[in-house]
């Protein structure tokens, strides 16, 4: 049986943990070394950054091996490291993709900077909206501004960032809608959830409001818990639920003490 081309893809991600786009990338990965992954001949290799004396991020580099991956370590010895710009250039040599993935404001800079990359391979920018974490990061953000119109193709997760990304220069015809994915749940059964509620200290009786995501301030949790206020009244009782880590959990967290929500957030 005649095997299929290689199609070679060379990823970057910033990232110290598995965020959500590190786990749809590594899913992908894994699936690529199933017996129908691997019938499209498709290889794939992650690069990342470190700053920690010459230590990996060992929850993500730990995952990409994991998943199977190549791996690719640029080393940074200070932010702002032009060296990273001669790794990169290497990485591209040892990796010779067909495709350039960029996941994040460095590295779509880092290929918007070197265009001999972009002569020998498609830039594929990922555009997984933006952090409002602080001045400095909105400052990071605008990066794009620079760079994103130089890219092949720029995939978002939702329509609402076209007209962001056009402001930025990005051509319509490149812009691709590619909405978030996540695993199908499988269903618990009645006793499965009353056992899931009572760990939580959620009363049967209590409705439960449940949101997902980082912690960050442009996800809007802090809207969330003005808006449930106004329900602190209400003849039903209720729980909120909030599921993930960022910069904003102590704000959330004084702000719910304010709202006297403190007894109602989990």
């Not at 893809?9 to 199933?34: D, Q, Y």
């Not at 818990?225 to 959990?249: F, Y």
């Amino acid at each position: 049986m005649n095997e299929p081309p290689t199609l070679r893809i060379l990823a970057m991600m910033e990232a110290n943990s598995v965020t959500g786009p590190a786990k749809n990338l590594l899913g992908f990965c894994r699936w690529l070394r199933t017996a129908e992954g691997e019938q499209t001949g498709i290889k794939i290799g992650i690069g990342t950054f470190s700053r920690n004396a010459g230590t990996e991020n060992s929850a993500f580099t730990d995952a990409i091996r994991d998943a199977g991956a190549d791996l690719y370590i640029i080393r940074e010895r200070f932010r702002y490291d032009p060296g990273v710009m001669r790794q990169m250039r290497e990485i591209a040599e040892e990796s010779a993709p067909d495709i350039i993935q960029t996941h994040n404001n460095k590295s779509h800079l880092l290929v918007r900077l070197l265009p001999k990359l972009r002569k020998k391979s498609l830039w594929f920018a990922f555009h997984h909206g933006d952090t409002y974490t602080d001045f400095k990061q909105q400052l990071i953000n605008n990066v794009d501004r620079v760079s994103l119109r130089s890219a092949d193709r720029v995939v978002t997760v939702c329509k609402a960032f076209e007209p962001r990304l056009a402001a930025f220069g990005v051509k319509p015809d490149r812009i691709r809608i590619l909405h978030n994915s996540i695993a199908a749940l499988s269903s618990m059964s009645s006793a499965e959830r009353a056992q899931f509620r009572s760990r939580l200290g959620i009363d049967t009786d209590e409705a439960m409001v449940l949101a997902i995501g980082r912690l960050s301030k442009e996800k809007g949790h802090a809207f969330l818990l003005r808006a449930l206020q106004l329900l602190r009244s209400n003849a039903r009782k209720w729980k909120l639920v909030l599921v993930g880590i960022g910069p904003e959990r102590d704000r959330l967290e004084q702000l719910a003490r304010a709202l006297g929500l403190s007894e109602r957030l989990l």
